[in-house]
């Protein structure tokens, strides 16, 4: 069994900073991509950012230059560091990895894609 668990969200007024972190636990054999995305309400849920094993980067278009997507392999934890919010980052974030669990006698399982609980981001003007 495998869970990922957001933590960071919040209420912060327009122009101010939130960190999200989510961390993987369970039978893990490896984690490859992570990432976050958001829905806001009435809306379809979008990509924020993703970042590769590799620690390559992708970010939409409205975020680019505002948030900051990074990893910590050792901690299977992924956070992102959002700047100069607006009231339309607000969202509920959900964290989402592709991971592979340990299977009997610890080989690995195929890949799995699985998603966290969800964070409520809020930004007032």
């Known amino acids: 069994q495998v869970h990922l668990v957001e933590s960071g969200g919040g209420l912060v007024q327009a122009g101010g900073s939130l960190r999200l972190s989510c961390a993987a636990s369970g039978s893990i054999f490896s984690v490859n991509a992570m990432g976050w995305y958001r829905q806001a309400p009435g809306k379809q849920r979008e990509l924020v950012a993703g970042i590769t094993s590799s620690d390559s980067t992708n970010y939409a278009d409205s975020v680019k230059g505002r948030f900051t997507i990074s990893r910590d392999g050792a901690k299977k934890m992924v956070y992102m560091q959002m700047n100069s919010l607006k009231p339309e980052d607000t969202a509920v974030y959900y964290c989402?990895?592709?991971?592979?669990?340990?299977?009997?006698?610890?080989?690995?399982?195929?890949?799995?894609?699985?998603w966290g609980q969800g964070t409520q981001v809020t930004v007032s003007s």
């Open positions: 989402n990895a592709d991971i592979r669990e340990r299977g009997t006698y610890g080989f690995p399982r195929s890949l799995s894609n699985y």
